[in-house]
Nanobody
Framework: VQLQASGGGLVQAGGSLRLFCAASGFTLDYYAIAWFRQAPGKEREGVSC????????YYADSVEGRFTISRDNAKKTVYLQMNDLKPEDTAAYFC????????????????????WGQGTQVTVSS
């Protein structure tokens, strides 16, 4: 069972990146998949989530309108399209699989989480 995040890199402010979360060893359809990020010295922040059962999506206030999450269950991949990137978006991004998601205090939370992947670094220069 594995979740593998990729697609990170160095980009200038205002630029775009697309992150990939590839799942293996389990059926993606049944799971909510969330993206989290953590910058040095800061708490982990849930930024977005897609629910497997009904396709619902959730976003943190900090990325609403700039980031778009989507999934392709056949390819067992969840995507995070990040546009209009800002220096404060700089962090290690990683994905997690669980039962469902909620938004609490303007950030995304995943519940009954089962799998966590390794991170991919996103660096936004000013």
């Amino acid at each position: 069972v594995q979740l593998q995040a990729s697609g990170g890199g160095l980009v200038q402010a205002g630029g775009s990146l697309r992150l990939f979360c590839a799942a293996s060893g389990f059926t993606l359809d049944y799971y909510a998949i969330a993206w989290f990020r953590q910058a040095p010295g800061k708490e982990r922040e849930g930024v977005s989530c897609t629910v497997g059962s009904d396709g619902s999506t959730y976003y943190a206030d900090s990325v609403e309108g700039r980031f778009t999450i989507s999934r392709d269950n056949a390819k067992k991949t969840v995507y995070l399209q990040m546009n209009d990137l800002k220096p404060e978006d700089t962090a290690a991004y990683f994905c997690a699989a669980g039962a469902f998601c909620t938004v609490l205090y303007s950030t995304v939370r995943i519940h009954d989480d089962e799998y966590w992947g390794q991170g991919t670094q996103v660096t936004v220069s000013s």
